[in-house]
């Protein structure tokens, strides 16, 4: 009776906590340096002003603060060749240095060196996919820490948004097996989950399934027995006694959530 009590309190706690959003995604927001992306809008793009960071010179996009505005003109702090790679690295698309100044590349114009000559207006070319938009899969086009690339809703990944990793749809490192790639470019769920939104287990990796969770073997923890227990920290390894207290932090449930899932729990041991 105490495990199907536990299995039922499981299946409603999955059920509350997305619907409550506290399973989120991962999309990709911040750069390779952990830093949030700065979404940019090309529709908006205004000039350079005294007290902008980042705005249009001459009608390419440019760091503000690496300029002087002197009679009515914009002129360059620095004539080096540093300077010029700066601007290539971090403000161009498609920008290489020929005689010691970044411009576009053969074939590319637009503020960011973004607009290939042989696609429609406003369309980026890139090898192997054709005339797409900068980023791919509804991302948005971005500034980062090392330069311009996108942010990424959903399952997608990479510079451009171009990279399937399904690994986005769960809520963090800890259930990041929930969902694989599959050949046909989507997601679906792994070996060890089912369900629509691949909550439900199957099986486990160190660990017995028994009546829809996994009792983790021997210093092995997680949804799916598949994290190895840390020397120094405690190990839940999801016996009934210890499911049924429900440590928050393996289970990532809010201060809020705690006091409702007690209440529960009470309840089921109780009147089950």
């Known amino acids: 009776?105490?495990?199907?009590?536990?299995?039922?309190?499981?299946?409603?706690?999955?059920?509350?906590?997305?619907?409550?959003?506290?399973?989120?995604?991962?999309?990709?927001?911040?750069?390779?340096?952990?830093?949030?992306?700065?979404?940019?809008?090309?529709?908006?793009?205004?000039?350079?002003?005294?007290?902008?960071?980042?705005?249009?010179?001459?009608?390419?996009?440019?760091?503000?603060?690496?300029?002087?505005y002197d009679n009515g003109k914009w002129r360059k702090t620095g004539n080096n060749i540093e300077f010029e790679e700066i601007r290539c690295k971090h403000n161009r698309i498609n920008g290489i240095i020929e005689k010691d100044i970044c411009v576009c590349k053969p074939g590319w114009s637009g503020a960011f060196c973004h607009i290939y000559d042989k696609c429609e207006k406003n369309l980026f070319f890139r090898k192997g996919r054709g005339c797409t938009n900068i980023c791919e899969n509804d991302g948005i086009l971005s500034r980062g820490n090392n330069g311009?690339?996108?942010s990424c809703k959903n399952q997608w990944d990479g510079r451009w948004c171009e990279r399937l990793a399904?690994?986005?749809?769960?809520?963090?490192?800890?259930?990041?097996?929930?969902?694989?790639?599959?050949?046909?470019?989507?997601?679906?769920?792994?070996?060890?989950?089912?369900?629509?939104?691949?909550?439900?287990?199957?099986?486990?990796?160190?660990?017995?399934?028994?009546n829809g969770y996994c009792k983790c073997h021997q210093s092995y923890h997680g949804e799916i027995c598949d994290i190895k227990c840390k020397v120094d920290e405690p190990c839940i390894q999801n016996f009934p006694e210890e499911l049924l207290s429900l440590n928050s932090a393996d289970y990532h449930i809010p201060n809020y959530f705690l006091l409702f899932t007690l209440f529960f729990i009470h309840f089921i041991i109780i009147f089950v």
């Open 166 to 210: 399904c690994w986005r749809l769960t809520p963090d490192e800890l259930h990041s097996r929930r969902y694989v790639n599959s050949v046909n470019g989507t997601c679906k769920c792994s070996d060890y989950y089912s369900g629509p939104d691949c909550l439900n287990i199957v099986s486990c990796i160190h660990g017995k399934y028994e």
């Open 148 to 150: 311009l690339e996108c």
């Open 1 to 68: 009776m105490i495990l199907k009590g536990i299995r039922f309190l499981r299946t409603i706690i999955l059920v509350f906590l997305s619907l409550s959003g506290v399973y989120l995604q991962r999309h990709k927001n911040t750069d390779s340096d952990g830093e949030n992306l700065e979404v940019i809008s090309l529709d908006t793009l205004t000039n350079c002003t005294t007290e902008t960071d980042f705005g249009l010179i001459d009608g390419y996009y440019e760091e503000c603060g690496l300029w002087e």
